[in-house]
């Protein structure tokens, strides 16, 4: 099969990513921030440590991270309202998949009986807020644990890996990584893949509400999927010397 | 690699569903209704359509079809408290894939302009309750749907096809298929199907929360759920002889 | 005066119960439950119990019974929403009134401390749910208590009486035992009866928005219910054989 | 059997009510405004008329009366709560009952598209609240239907009676009526009785959680009731005139 | 400048207050209670003491003193709906007002780890609700205070002085003290004064949402409320005697 | 009296402001955006416009102007939760402050049928954040109604002049311009003031909770604030030229 072009904006390649920016330490009073920048998508990720863990992981004596997820209301093109007296499910779904993904890659025994949480805030959306939130969250929540250690709160690092997530899909037939808005709100097909430093799949959500997809179509998907993990692994790795500490 | 093999109850085999049944008209009053059992998890799905549909779909002159999904407090082994004040994050995942997966086989403007509503209530748990929902709510949309063409109110059914849905994971390095709540509540890779009466994929999500996997395990684990569907497929096809009306 | 008389489905008596079934051990994870059906009116019943009461309960040093009651949503012919944001008044009404009519039989003392929920959850309405409801309860009660009793968490079954439930009403002058929905819905006066097997009133409910009543009416439709009530105690004390356990 | 007595605050015999007091016009912007005193509870009813009806009874074309009840922070020996993000079941079920009480002396065709709402606002609480609501409703209800009437909206007063109410109970075996909180909080019966000018029930609601009561006692409760009616009845009379206007 | 001078009810002077009243000892079951009435402005203000202090306060081992403030529905010439599931911004600031007054002039050292909630419900409003809350719950909060002291709970008032509010405003470009509803809702200039009794200001309000104001104007308006003041402790004193207290 | 003085942050005199920086256009989709810094302190202001006008405003045929306001969790020195199921006061009162001071300089009617929303979200907290919001707020509000007009929305802009807002308070005896978090959290009077680029007095908020204040501290309080609004003044013409405009 031929694959299929389309014209992207900025004259992306079809497995091209958009320009992305991790800056850190944008906020004075978190332990940990990381301002991601995925295209026009700006997230704000922020990490903060308490003391003791919920109540349900009490016994465990290990710790525990976990991630809220908000857009400001002028993020997007038509105000969305704050979500106040009922949650959204989409925002949930959200705050829980970065929470899974942070947690994959941090050893919570070693973090102790300390919670951190990892403040997402949307900034400017434009496609893909959730893969850019994935990967701006472990390098505030890298920056966190490393303030910990320093603070002599705990002994070492307690992460035992990278994480970062990208976007795939299908627009007008044809395959795409890292989609901005205008190409995933007519996708056919919408996936998330969140994967390790060492290619490991952590995470795949892929619907394919408009248009059913069969498993050839899903590998090339992942294919791209990978390439795109790989530039975001680099970037991290780049602005922590996380592989460096080790 | 040799595959692995763990004793599951019932000896089952690793890729072997548990006993399935379905069973439709079990509520009076609604359109369409299902009692799905997968194993020992039942879930009592009803299909209710209303007139009209949601505000921010009438511009479309096209139908609407959502669910709702509940655990009854009693329905697992310790007592939950019904979701009120505030909803579970888990339980609008599950409405929301519910939602997605009946849609993707529904002829929305063939529809019209009214609303499908298919409650899923989980009356006893013992894990698949979102794979036993979706394998069920399919049954209650068909006969609610077959209803109302009876009853005149739209020309024909605006169904094109079927959809179901299974569960895989990876318990003790070993690939399972359908996982009951005792392996469910210790997998370290948990997957969930929906897929199409052609096999296509509606809908993936995966994960690896406490061990990141490889390709090679994913495709394995889909291999395991095609056989799964095609099982759910032929059962639903069984009780609603939905191809014979083709 | 005349019994006035009225055709009643299926050539039911005027002072003629519904069929009425209670089928217990319905569900595998509840200590107790029971499906108890009033003609087409179904209701699960099922009782868990939890360690420590109430806040406001703790200096007693006696245990606690409550009760909660819902309506799935396709239980009745038009849709009813879940209760989440805001309750509804009548389903606060009927589970208070649940919760106080088998407080009456048990002995909070000898529960120790412990709190019994019983969740009565309507699968299918058809008039007297609240009745139904109480009905089925005490059985479920009767049977996590016992389930308590045999794994040595309690001495003895601290239950002092049976209660059971029924209505009864007015509709086109005519007086009538356990309505349906349909007698319901266009009933001048409507009453509720919960009796012991001793006969003794524990809550009688009675309301004529549409006609006021007199004393002798009043005195006629109680004759009534108390033939209900023995109807009801006798079936209870067939599937638990409580008073043989005395 | 010989009654038995206890003594009771102000030396009071078993079947007297406490003093009770209705003063009308207590507010300036109301329609109709009454506060009663059943001895030293008081509640401020007051009665306000919107245009229109909720969107249920839309399709009827004839009026609604709807309550509501609260208490005041400070109209207890021990500070309450105001309800604000949830309600009391208690405080749901009496403003049910004051509403179908009023209702059920209205004429809703005659009273044409409008929406009474009569607040029902506890200023001290000695027991007896929902009884004196009731009592105080009616009047401001009156006089609220009465401007109505004065400024030409409604052709005439659409009352076909009036409505009051009163409790008794058992108190240490001794059958009391309008019963003051101290001897209400250890009734081991409780019972409310709403009744018409012509004697016929409204309502009657008993609960005996701590001791079941046979036919005889109950007999006996309501001709004390009865009792109490009469002097209510009689009272709201006199402030309206009410029936002088017939 | 000429002052100007508009026709104000009851042909009051542009500087002069209306009737105002302090009715104590109004309730049964509260330690403090005041009904304050500003001409046809009636607020029951209600003083509460309970053991312990918010979680917040604690390290403090000090007293907390706050404050609730509600409109009866009916108070209002159009009904107004009760704050349940969501507040008014409007409510909030004005019991965040009451309470910061109040503190002013409490002792929380003194007082000791007690919390004082002072209730002001509005009765009726006819404009200056808040400014009459803060005077009369200065009131009821004395008495509260000096029940206390009575009962041997704290050694001494703990009170340091009073504080009472009046409101100031523009009307038509007249300077105008203590303004009533008809006036209050078309003032350019609006502004409240608390202040204690040696004269010295707890809180100032002015907004000029619909014509800013200058220098000037705020001295003159401030004059006249320090008038206003000075009458309210005025009667303050003269029905607590707290002047001769000390 | 001798003013006295206090060592503050960077050798800042008493009476001067922070560095203040006002950025526009910092967000792609708002209509207008301006990140506002006093010091330490950031809020990201951004207006957008809709159709239509809240349901109490259509009668008048104007326009309307309203704020929001939210602290990121993790602008702060210790996480603030977001604020979903409850408001609190404190926030409501600022958003109400906002809405007011910027309604105060626009002209409604030339505004026509339209909703300008200003968010105003706290980036970063170092004191301030209400005034800070206000100055930005107007920048925003001003870019967003600019757009409109050359959007040929509206014939001209519908802006009568600026407004700017700025805090003074009292620290240790000293009387401070502009205080930073360190100095506010002690203060012992708190003030905003906010006013026009005429010099006028929009909004005076002040407090002296922990020390009553007279009416000289006052007067040179306000001068110290004229000094700090003429400087935001300056600030906002400079950016966005508005004075050129007219």
Redesign the interface.
Known sequence: MDYMEIDRANGRAMDEMREVALTREV????LG?CLVEFG?TRV?C???I?EGVPGWRRASRAGWVTA?Y?M??????R?VP??????K??S??I??LIG?SL??VTNLRALGEYTV?V?C?V????GGTRTAAVTGAWVALHDALMAWVEAGKIARLPLTGQVAAVSMGVVDGCELLDLDYREDSRAEVDMNLV??D?????????????T????QR??RL?DMGDKGIEKLIGLQNQVTAFRDED
């Open positions: 906020l004075k009073h978190a921030s026009d704000l922020a990490a903060t308490e809220e908000a400001l209301p002028a993020s997007t093109g105000r704050r979500e106040r007296a009922s949650r499910g989409r949930m779904e705050e829980r899974r947690r994959t949480t403040d805030d900034i400017q959306a434009d994967a390790t060492t290619g490991e799949i952590v995470e795949i959500q892929g619907t394919g509400e408009r059913p997809f069969d498993r899903l590998g992942l």
